[in-house]
T-cell receptor, first 116, second 113 residues
Framework: AQTVTQSQPEMSVQEAETVTLSCTYDTSESDYYLFWYKQPPSRQMILVIRQEAYKQQNATENRFSVNFQKAAKSFSLKISDSQLGDAAMYFCAYLNSGGGADGLTFGKGTHLIIQP | DGGITQSPKYLFRKEGQNVTLSCEQNLNHDAMYWYRQDPGQGLRLIYYSQIVNDFQKGDIAEGYSVSREKKESFPLTVTSAQKNPTAFYLC????????????FGPGTRLTVT
């Protein structure tokens, strides 16, 4: 079974600064997807960024980028120019890319606080 | 509007009663999922369904049941056998061809006393 570990229960950053959230995972598969989801106080899950394991290039979405280290099984999220609206819980998630409609495996989350 | 709806947003029940949570999507997605979220935890998979009339147990299926009679609907029943039913429940769906993209509903907060 796959596991996802987020070792930072809470992180705090000044507005406009850069912050990096950590995630490690364990799997015996070679092909899979990794995700970062944002959950604001409304509790709606919002997809931030997605990485396909077979792609060496790190995914980026505007101010959000990842550092994907496949050999180390590490998948960190960097948020540049932090904004007050970035304050939320952030979850790292894993999905096998094999056949079938498998569900996501989530980490326990990191609470991101943005200091004005 | 296209999307996933879950109703109601808050649900209260007495211990020993079964309760059914609604999940409807008009995205024409084939796959649907139910997750449970507890305080300080990530989401955990309860059940998933790839097509109509077919569904599979996830990691924590005990005490829950589902049905998939229509493509757009995937209701979850929390039975009296579920020992700790109070939680936040999220439904999701994904297109079969883009299984890696899961879209989430707004969730239902269930409180059992």
């Amino acid at each position: 079974a796959q596991t996802v570990t987020q070792s930072q229960p809470e992180m705090s950053v000044q507005e406009a600064e850069t912050v990096t959230l950590s995630c490690t995972y364990d799997t015996s598969e070679s092909d899979y997807y990794l995700f970062w989801y944002k959950q604001p106080p409304s509790r709606q899950m919002i997809l931030v960024i997605r990485q396909e394991a077979y792609k060496q290039q790190n995914a980026t979405e505007n101010r959000f980028s990842v550092n994907f280290q496949k050999a180390a099984k590490s998948f960190s999220l960097k948020i540049s120019d932090s904004q007050l609206g970035d304050a939320a819980m952030y979850f790292c998630a894993y999905l096998n890319s094999g056949g079938g409609a498998d569900g996501l495996t989530f980490g326990k989350g990191t609470h991101l606080i943005i200091q004005p | 509007d296209g999307g996933i709806t879950q109703s109601p947003k808050y649900l209260f029940r007495k211990e020993g009663q079964n309760v059914t949570l609604s999940c409807e999507q008009n995205l024409n997605h084939d796959a649907m999922y139910w997750y449970r979220q507890d305080p300080g935890q990530g989401l955990r998979l309860i059940y998933y369904s790839q097509i109509v009339n077919d569904f599979q147990k996830g990691d924590i299926a005990e005490g829950y049941s589902v049905s998939r009679e229509k493509k757009e609907s995937f209701p979850l029943t929390v039975t009296s056998a579920q020992k700790n039913p109070t939680a936040f429940y999220l439904c999701a769906s994904s297109p079969d061809s883009l299984r890696s993209k899961q879209y989430f509903g707004p969730g239902t907060r269930l409180t059992v006393t």
